[in-house]
């Protein structure tokens, strides 16, 4: 356990450093900016890949496969680091978009889904159903505004060739698997000290791949992206939280310190946690409402009255389950209440019987020999009494 603690120590200390020399040496020498960015961003990787690694000799078998998903998804990722070195430095070649790196970028994101997929713990059928719901809600709401303003517009450019359609159509679906990645993550979250640390990493390192495939499609729409960019580190540096989630994620066997953990099954989820759950899939689908009541609402003044309606049952659906929400939240903390009173009702018998036991010690011995003093002899006289009469 102490060598797991050092590891993690080192790991953020040694991320911390990367961050400030790769960030410094890009705003210094902004001439060899090309070069910084393709010798440290393979750097960024290979260290996340040695450190899932390692912390996989400790993995509980439940979370095996998910890291070596998460493993597979770096190395693929690595090989695309490893391919634009080569064209940019040894061949002192622009990389054209698209190229073979976009393919092992778009598989490694592929890879990083699965990961989660197999990440995710749902106990009870009521669970899966309910976050599969909130996630199709706010999902079909996001595809369908990525679709409209994203997608079609790439799909009618008719400067694009098939190859370049394809590829810029495949980031945008990408980004949707991190943004699914990330919802999925949230409506399962539960404060279990076993996990809770890794799941921030884990969701920190999808929200900054999310961030920087956002600013790099924008900047290769507007043609303003070069390699050596401000958002390159991005990649890496969610690379490597990845690797230091998996130091908190599973890697504790039942005999040591999480013997006495909480079962993350009785763990109560906190309110503000409760509060953005129900809140995420109605404020998607308002959105959506929005966006389609600007682009029709002068065409037909019926619209204007069903989105006023659709918005005031969502208003009142969502108040209903923040109530049930409440009462639940309330139900829970006087289950608990009585659970430490009962508790607390259990230790004070305890003591009682042990009390018991002395005061009774005390009235049957001498309190200055310890012997048994005339009321203990004639008691057990009496039970000896009781005892032969039976018998005859």
Known sequence: M?????????????????????????????????LIADLFNPIGVFSSICIIGWSMKRQLDQYKKTWAAFLLGNVIFLFGDLLWFYYEILLKQEVMFPSNCDAFYLISTFCYFIGVIFYINIESIYNIIRTSLDLLITMVALTTLCWEYILMPIYHDVSLSVMEKLVSLAYPITDLSYLTALLLLFFTYRPDKGKS?????????????????????????????????????????????????????????????????????????????????????????????????????????????????????IARQVFTLLENQRLLFTIKQSNQSLEESKQNLEVQNIWLQKLNYLKEQEAQTDFLTGLYNRRCVDHKIKTLLLVSNSIL
Request: with cysteine; glycine share 6%; hydrophobic share 55%.
């Open 2 to 34: 102490e060598r797991l603690q050092t590891i993690r120590k080192y790991a953020n200390i040694a991320l911390f450093t990367y961050i400030i020399i790769y960030y410094g040496l890009l705003l210094l020498f902004p001439d060899h900016k090309v």
């Open 197 to 313: 640390k890794g799941n921030i990493l884990i969701v920190a390192a999808f929200l900054l791949w999310f961030i920087a495939d956002q600013l790099y499609s924008a900047g290769n729409a507007i043609n303003i992206y070069e390699s050596g960019n401000l958002i390159d580190p991005l990649w890496p540096i969610g690379a490597w939280l990845l690797g230091i989630a998996s130091l908190w994620t599973g890697t504790l066997k039942p005999d040591a310190d999480m013997k006495s953990s909480i079962d993350p099954s009785m763990v109560n989820t906190r309110p503000i946690v409760m509060f953005l759950r129900i809140m995420v899939p109605y404020l998607s689908f308002c959105l959506l409402i929005v966006v389609v009541s600007m682009k029709y609402l002068t065409k037909d003044p019926l619209i204007a009255g069903i989105v006023i309606i659709a918005l005031l049952i």
